[in-house]
């Protein structure tokens, strides 16, 4: 009578050690993967394949963060320092503010940006003040 053979178990002795293979997997290389040949491929190229979804998201997100950086850079320091959050979608741009104070101010420094948002980002059309004070994030 023969004993099973589990996968787990392949390629591996009596003893439960490496290296001495038993039953029917060492006539077959049963269990054995043989190594890829040329370059293996990343962990971003793998994600990519088994969830295409995935790509479009961090590219997206990406996009986000970029316009974010973006828009901070141009901000005098103080306000950018206010500005919790900076959020495309579907043509429209907003900027989120510490406090109604901050948004008030940021109103009027984002007039000055509109002609160049429209250089550098054309298919955002109108751009919103909001509040979001710190922490308060979902």
């Given at each position: 009578?023969?004993k099973?053979?589990?996968?787990?178990?392949?390629?591996?002795?009596?003893?439960?050690r490496?290296?001495?293979?038993?039953?029917?997997?060492?006539?077959?290389?049963?269990?054995?993967?043989k190594?890829?040949?040329?370059?293996?491929?990343?962990?971003?190229?793998?994600?990519?394949?088994?969830?295409?979804?995935?790509?479009?998201?961090?590219?997206?997100?990406?996009?986000?963060?970029?316009?974010?950086?973006?828009?901070?850079?141009?901000?005098?320091?103080?306000?950018?320092a206010?500005?919790?959050?900076?959020?495309?979608?579907?043509?429209?741009?907003?900027?989120?503010?510490?406090?109604?104070?901050?948004?008030?101010?940021?109103?009027?420094?984002v007039?000055?940006?509109?002609?160049?948002?429209?250089?550098?980002?054309?298919?955002?059309?109108?751009?919103?003040?909001?509040?979001?004070?710190?922490?308060?994030?979902?």
């Amino acid at each position: 009578m023969h004993k099973k053979i589990f996968p787990d178990k392949l390629g591996r002795g009596t003893s439960g050690r490496p290296g001495t293979i038993r039953g029917p997997a060492s006539h077959h290389n049963a269990g054995t993967v043989k190594p890829p040949r040329g370059q293996p491929d990343s962990v971003k190229d793998l994600l990519a394949r088994a969830a295409p979804g995935l790509a479009d998201i961090t590219r997206r997100l990406q996009e986000q963060q970029d316009i974010a950086a973006w828009t901070r850079a141009r901000l005098p320091p103080e306000l950018a320092a206010q500005v919790t959050e900076v959020l495309e979608k579907e043509g429209e741009l907003a900027v989120f503010a510490a406090s109604a104070a901050w948004a008030g101010r940021l109103r009027y420094a984002v007039e000055e940006l509109q002609a160049e948002l429209a250089t550098g980002y054309p298919h955002i059309k109108s751009v919103r003040i909001r509040i979001m004070p710190r922490g308060s994030k979902s």
